[in-house]
């Protein structure tokens, strides 16, 4: 299956940059669930920035049992904060356990003047 051009685009203009005055990915987890060992946080794409977007994204995991994220999809959020998001758990270690898990993680974005 192809790339949309509209991930096309996303990733042409998803060079991350962190810009003063933003909170971007405040991150939720249910304590009950796996706990993380290693996280990146989603930046705010320059796009997003220039756009004030602000918003709250949830993505769904499917965690190995070896603690690795072995896929992951948005299920709630602005398409332009939702790339962010998928970049940065890609490299996230949960610890591991006996078997595969699913869990939706939270980010919060705030732009503040």
Known sequence: ?????????????????????????????????RKIKFKVNPQYS?????MSLSGKVRIE???????????????GGHPLLVQSC??????WKFEAAPEETTQIVEFAFEFKQ
Do not use: C, N, Y
């Not at 320059?46 to 220039?50: D, G, P, S, V």
């Not at 998928?86 to 490299?91: P, T």
């Open 46 to 50: 320059e796009i997003a920035r220039k």
């Open 61 to 75: 995991l499917v965690i190995a049992p070896d603690g690795h994220v072995k896929s992951s999809r948005a299920i």
């Open 1 to 33: 299956m192809g790339v949309s051009w509209r991930h096309q685009f996303l990733a042409a203009v998803g060079v991350s940059v962190l810009a003063v005055g933003m909170v971007a990915g405040q991150t939720s987890v249910d304590d009950s669930k």
């Open 86 to 91: 998928l970049e940065a758990v890609r490299d």
